[in-house]
């Protein structure tokens, strides 16, 4: 059984950084391709970032040049580096791959305000 579990998350300042962790179990880490959506308060969960397992990336135009995904596979883990917060930043942050079906974590809570 696959299980994501993201932590990281809190509140940040405008400009601020966070880095969000994404812990896999249960599943073939190094082979799979690790993704970050987001969700914030009445919209649609959105696509942020993504790393295959030969560790290319591919970033949504409204985070490129300011986050920064990675893993470690030897922890099973994904990471999203979060620099040049901004207010619309704000959502819930979801950890994802796909095997068969998606596989989503619990998400972690990110507010960017002064």
């Known amino acids: 059984q696959v299980q994501l579990v993201e932590s990281g998350g809190g509140l940040v300042q405008p400009g601020g950084s966070l880095r969000l962790s994404c812990v896999a179990s249960?599943?073939?880490?190094?082979?799979?391709?690790m993704r970050w959506y987001r969700q914030a308060p009445g919209k649609q969960r959105e696509w942020v970032a993504s790393?295959?397992?030969?560790?290319?990336?591919n970033y949504a135009d409204s985070v490129k040049g300011r986050f920064t995904i990675s893993r470690d596979n030897a922890k099973n883990t994904a990471y999203l580096q979060m620099n040049s917060l901004k207010y619309e930043d704000t959502a819930v942050y979801y950890c994802?791959?796909?095997?068969?079906?998606?596989?989503w974590g619990q998400g972690t809570q990110v507010t960017v305000s002064s």
């Open positions: 994802n791959t796909y095997i068969g079906a998606n596989s």
């Open positions: 249960g599943i073939i880490f190094n082979i799979n391709t």
């Open positions: 790393i295959t397992s030969g560790g290319s990336t």
